[in-house]
């Protein structure tokens, strides 16, 4: 805690920790009324880093102080010893400024599962009206899609002969070419879609902060880290931060909004005296509640790297080689606003099943016409694809948790990846499918050679073994402080924390499970559910 006795900050209606993918919506909705005051707290800098806006500078945001809180897991026993660097957003528009810039909803049996666990108001047919609320499609419309809303979503605006190739085996292995995969289904193999425009990065905060910044009603303070929620008695009544080195306190009169994703949001809970109790006497910290849910259920999408040395293709690998490969690459960027340096990290997707028992795709490819040791290093320096496998709804769960009770420390993330025995069966099953598929006669021409993991592992065990060398997160952290009416829930269905007034939770880790595909969307559609909730309540207040 603070040695210093806070400084009275302001008084305000709503106070929104975070500025990322929920934040800026939440910031946008509550301070459309000219009448709520609204102050959005950024622990991280503005997004004036260049690398930001060009797609393919995610390479030199993440694991950079500048705009990465730098991360990592514990040792991660199913990873064979490994720690993993863990990307967050440490900057205006939270992770929506650094990650792959994919637009994925999910599938409509993910919600429908958090209706079946007694989550109402949040099945498909509910809550897709709100993905359609702020979108912006290029080119579709109608009842699936919206456009004239803030959240660009285009084509990406590159070709690679090698990844329609792939699509195509991928159909001779009885998996159909899909045009839309966020309708309902994902199914299919088609070239992901992104939150772009015109070759540019569209982040939540370029989406919904830059339109409104310059509202009389809200305000955005960047480089302010919150030490704790203020209560009286059962009520959140504001906050304590930290902006230039001095605490300060904001009171809070309607609600206290926690935004801060599913390692941010948690962390502040416990701090704050809410968590697991053993946990929180750990570390001298007053119980206002124990809440054994915050930071538990950490759930998060594992990618298996399969790597295919190829020929008779042009890749990346080749292509940005010397100097004047890279000059080439760059001026096409500089006129057109294509070519490599438009790309998102992955661009063609597959979903399937693993195993025929699945009602829906239970896996997801990313293919990437490139290939590399680990993020990072540079690309090889001969012709390869990365097929990358993951599972979209792992059955392990981790946590995470306080490791002081000092607001500046870093918290313990453990993700617990490939404990769960159908997770394992799952990354088995999945690098043999990746197999099949480089196996298939479209791909013959290119005479794929496996070089990770490498064709030495073959028995189940030994392709356990090979999933915990080459397993590596695709940053989707959900599920730490669940939605739900069990013991281990969090938040209320309309996202308000149990046992307290004026509080709610309103990011990815409210999922009680995590959805098919890529969170960014599914984010930007909780957050613009709850401002239509808390306005709502807002209404009915008479406020």
């Given at each position: 805690?603070g040695?210093l006795?806070?400084?009275?900050?302001?008084?305000?209606d709503?106070?929104?920790?975070g500025?990322?993918?929920?934040?800026?919506?939440?910031?946008?909705?509550?301070?459309?009324?000219?009448?709520?005051?609204?102050?959005?707290?950024?622990?991280?800098?503005?997004?004036?880093?260049?690398w930001i806006?060009i797609?393919?500078?995610y390479?030199?945001?993440?694991?950079?102080?500048?705009?990465?809180?730098?991360?990592?897991?514990?040792?991660?026993k199913?990873?064979?010893g490994r720690?993993?660097?863990?990307?967050?957003?440490?900057?205006?528009?939270?992770?929506?400024?650094?990650?792959?810039?994919?637009?994925?909803r999910?599938q409509?049996?993910d919600?429908?599962?958090?209706?079946?666990?007694?989550?109402?108001?949040?099945?498909?047919?509910?809550?897709l009206?709100?993905?359609?609320?702020?979108?912006?499609?290029?080119?579709?419309?109608?009842?699936y899609?919206?456009?004239?809303?803030?959240?660009?979503?285009?084509?990406?605006?590159?070709?690679?002969?090698?990844?329609?190739?792939?699509?195509?085996a991928?159909?001779?292995?009885?998996?159909?070419?899909?045009?839309?995969?966020?309708?309902?289904?994902?199914?299919?193999?088609?070239?992901?879609?992104?939150?772009?425009?015109?070759?540019?990065?569209?982040?939540?905060a370029?989406?919904?902060?830059?339109?409104?910044?310059k509202?009389?009603?809200?305000?955005i303070?960047?480089?302010?880290?919150?030490?704790?929620?203020?209560?009286?008695?059962?009520?959140?009544?504001?906050?304590?931060?930290?902006?230039?080195g001095?605490?300060?306190?904001?009171?809070?009169?309607?609600?206290?909004?926690?935004?801060?994703?599913a390692?941010?949001s948690?962390?502040?809970?416990?701090?704050?005296?809410?968590?697991?109790v053993?946990?929180?006497?750990?570390?001298?910290?007053e119980?206002?509640?124990?809440a054994?849910g915050?930071?538990?259920n950490?759930?998060?999408?594992?990618?298996?790297?399969?790597?295919?040395?190829?020929?008779?293709?042009?890749?990346?690998?080749?292509?940005?080689?010397?100097?004047?490969?890279?000059?080439?690459?760059a001026?096409?960027?500089?006129?057109?606003?294509?070519?490599?340096?438009?790309?998102?990290?992955?661009?063609?997707?597959?979903?399937?099943?693993?195993?025929?028992?699945?009602?829906?795709?239970?896996?997801e490819?990313?293919?990437?016409?490139?290939?590399?040791?680990?993020?990072?290093d540079?690309?090889?320096?001969?012709?390869?694809?990365?097929?990358?496998?993951?599972?979209?709804?792992?059955?392990s769960?981790?946590?995470?948790?306080?490791?002081?009770?000092?607001?500046?420390?870093?918290?313990?993330?453990?993700?617990?990846?490939?404990?769960?025995?159908?997770?394992?069966?799952?990354?088995?099953?999945?690098?043999?499918h990746?197999?099949?598929?480089?196996?298939?006669?479209?791909?013959?021409?290119?005479?794929?050679?496996?070089i990770?993991?490498?064709?030495?592992?073959?028995s189940?065990?030994?392709?356990?073994?090979?999933?915990?060398?080459?397993?590596?997160?695709?940053?989707?952290?959900?599920?730490?402080?669940?939605?739900?009416?069990?013991?281990?829930?969090?938040?209320?269905?309309?996202?308000?924390l149990?046992?307290?007034?004026?509080?709610?939770?309103?990011?990815?880790?409210?999922?009680?499970?995590?959805?098919?595909?890529?969170?960014?969307?599914?984010?930007t559609m909780?957050?613009?559910?709850?401002?239509?909730?808390?306005?709502g309540?807002d209404?009915?207040?008479?406020s």
């Amino acid at each position: 805690m603070g040695a210093l006795s806070p400084q009275h900050f302001a008084e305000v209606d709503y106070v929104v920790v975070g500025a990322g993918s929920a934040g800026c919506v939440l910031a946008n909705r509550l301070s459309a009324n000219p009448k709520n005051r609204v102050l959005l707290l950024e622990a991280g800098g503005r997004d004036n880093y260049h690398w930001i806006h060009i797609p393919v500078g995610y390479l030199y945001c993440i694991d950079n102080p500048r705009t990465d809180w730098q991360f990592k897991t514990v040792s991660e026993k199913g990873l064979n010893g490994r720690q993993l660097i863990y990307p967050r957003g440490k900057v205006l528009g939270g992770c929506s400024s650094i990650n792959g810039m994919i637009y994925m909803r999910g599938q409509a049996a993910d919600y429908d599962l958090w209706r079946q666990l007694g989550n109402r108001g949040w099945g498909w047919d509910e809550v897709l009206p709100y993905f359609k609320k702020h979108e912006d499609h290029a080119f579709r419309n109608g009842h699936y899609h919206g456009q004239g809303g803030e959240l660009r979503v285009e084509k990406q605006r590159l070709h690679w002969d090698i990844l329609d190739a792939v699509r195509d085996a991928a159909e001779e292995l009885g998996i159909p070419k899909a045009d839309d995969v966020n309708a309902g289904t994902n199914e299919g193999a088609a070239y992901f879609e992104v939150n772009q425009r015109g070759g540019v990065r569209w982040s939540a905060a370029r989406a919904f902060l830059e339109p409104v910044k310059k509202r009389d009603n809200l305000q955005i303070l960047t480089g302010a880290q919150v030490e704790r929620i203020t209560f009286d008695g059962a009520r959140a009544t504001g906050l304590v931060f930290h902006h230039q080195g001095k605490p300060r306190l904001v009171r809070a009169h309607k609600e206290t909004i926690l935004a801060a994703g599913a390692i941010g949001s948690p962390q502040i809970l416990q701090l704050s005296g809410i968590g697991p109790v053993e946990l929180l006497k750990q570390h001298g910290i007053e119980v206002r509640r124990n809440a054994p849910g915050v930071g538990a259920n950490l759930q998060d999408h594992l990618q298996l790297r399969t790597i295919f040395k190829i020929k008779g293709a042009l890749t990346l690998n080749e292509m940005q080689k010397g100097i004047w490969g890279k000059a080439k690459i760059a001026l096409e960027y500089a006129l057109k606003r294509s070519g490599p340096m438009s790309m998102a990290p992955s661009q063609l997707g597959i979903f399937t099943r693993s195993h025929e028992r699945y009602e829906t795709p239970n896996i997801e490819y990313h293919v990437q016409p490139l290939s590399l040791e680990k993020f990072g290093d540079r690309l090889h320096d001969f012709p390869a694809i990365t097929v990358s496998v993951c599972n979209l709804r792992p059955e392990s769960r981790g946590r995470v948790a306080i490791t002081s009770n000092d607001f500046k420390e870093k918290p313990e993330i453990r993700p617990n990846y490939l404990t769960a025995q159908e997770d394992q069966e799952v990354a088995i099953a999945s690098i043999r499918h990746a197999r099949r598929l480089m196996a298939t006669q479209r791909m013959a021409r290119f005479a794929p050679q496996e070089i990770k993991p490498g064709l030495t592992y073959q028995s189940d065990e030994e392709l356990v073994e090979a999933a915990g060398d080459v397993g590596t997160t695709i940053f989707h952290p959900v599920g730490t402080a669940k939605m739900g009416h069990d013991p281990m829930s969090v938040v209320s269905d309309t996202l308000e924390l149990h046992g307290f007034e004026g509080l709610r939770v309103v990011d990815a880790s409210i999922m009680p499970t995590i959805t098919s595909g890529n969170t960014h969307a599914p984010v930007t559609m909780i957050a613009e559910k709850a401002a239509e909730m808390i306005l709502g309540d807002d209404q009915r207040r008479g406020s």
